[in-house]
């Protein structure tokens, strides 16, 4: 693939081969020095439109442990405050040399404006509500390690799909490798459909048999006034140790992040033995050298 913008054309085979690598940079990050010379002589630029904590970081510490020299860009200390475009920052780091942009902007389809602006490699690292490839592949990647495989499985998503990249890119993904996704939240925050997925407004239809349980932060920044109180969604939607009795037994529990503790999913959950949240970030940082190598290294050859 030229470039990660989301996994629209990608087959089964390239996902796989994808995760494969994230093993073998997974057993590099467990060695004495955590670090080799895959990406020596190229140059990361992290370009971060809306601010992000896990994503950000994850990307610079992947490309450093691959021996990338890596740019940070922070849109808040940046000339787009003096009014530069978008366009012109990328063609700005273009012109200093950069081979792989990772881009997260709060409006959708930047990185894909992004990919026709500059020559160099384009990894979305989420624009608006659209997508979120690599966080989408560190969930399968972490789920595949819980599951053993994904084929059959019945992977529930809860809480604010509406307005929810990483549930995107997960409905587009993890079919790919066999899971069934049900997607449940309050109606308003349901998007009118989504391929890929079932929907239902019934939380204990979608945990019902689930195999695995992913919660979703309860978007408040992106959401209209009055789609839903807070005390309504907690009563009727929050992941309660009571409600997970539903979903089989030992059913792992992912959540992105930021997490929203006793909103979304009861606090005590998210510190319990099924929690997958910290193994997340953890896995992060191997799948997204995966991605850099592929589409770094991959291009060269």
């Known amino acids: ?32 020095v955590k670090k080799v010379p895959a990406l020596q002589g190229f140059t990361v630029a992290t370009v971060f439109f809306e601010p992000s904590t896990r994503t950000r970081l994850s990307f610079e510490l992947a ?35 950069v081979d792989a942009y990772v881009i997260r902007a709060d409006a959708a389809g930047v990185p894909h404006q992004a990919a026709r602006w500059v020559k160099g490699v384009v990894v979305n690292g989420g624009d608006g509500r659209r997508a979120h490839p690599t966080q989408a592949l560190l969930d399968a990647y972490t789920l595949l390690e819980a599951l053993g495989s994904l084929e059959g499985k019945k992977i529930a998503i809860v809480g604010d799909l509406l307005h929810s990249r990483v549930a995107r890119s997960n409905v587009e993904l993890l079919p790919l490798l066999g899971a069934e996704v049900w997607g449940a939240g309050p109606p308003t925050l349901l998007p009118q459909g989504l391929p890929g997925a079932r929907l239902t407004s019934r939380l204990e239809e979608a945990l019902a048999e689930a195999d695995a349980v992913m919660v979703l932060r309860l978007q408040k920044e992106r959401m209209e006034a009055g789609l839903i109180h807070l005390q309504d969604y907690i009563a009727h939607y929050q992941v309660t140790e009571a409600r997970l009795k539903k979903a089989k037994p030992g059913a792992p529990l992912l959540h992105p992040g930021p997490m929203n503790r006793d909103v979304e999913l009861e606090g005590t959950l998210a510190d319990s033995a099924r929690s997958l949240v910290n193994r997340q970030v953890h896995n992060g940082v191997a799948v997204r050298m995966a991605v850099l190598y592929h589409l770094l290294v991959g291009r060269e050859r």
Request: cysteine-free; hydrophobic content about 45%; proline content about 1%.
């Open 1 to 32: 693939m030229r470039h990660l913008l989301d996994f629209r054309g990608w087959a089964r085979t390239e996902v796989e081969s994808l995760l494969d690598t994230a093993r073998v940079m997974a057993e590099v990050l467990e060695r004495p």
């Open 63 to 97: 490309a450093r442990r691959m021996s990338a020299d890596v740019v940070s860009f922070a849109a808040q200390t940046s000339s787009l405050q003096k009014g530069e475009s978008y366009k012109d920052t990328l063609l700005t780091l273009e012109a200093m040399g």
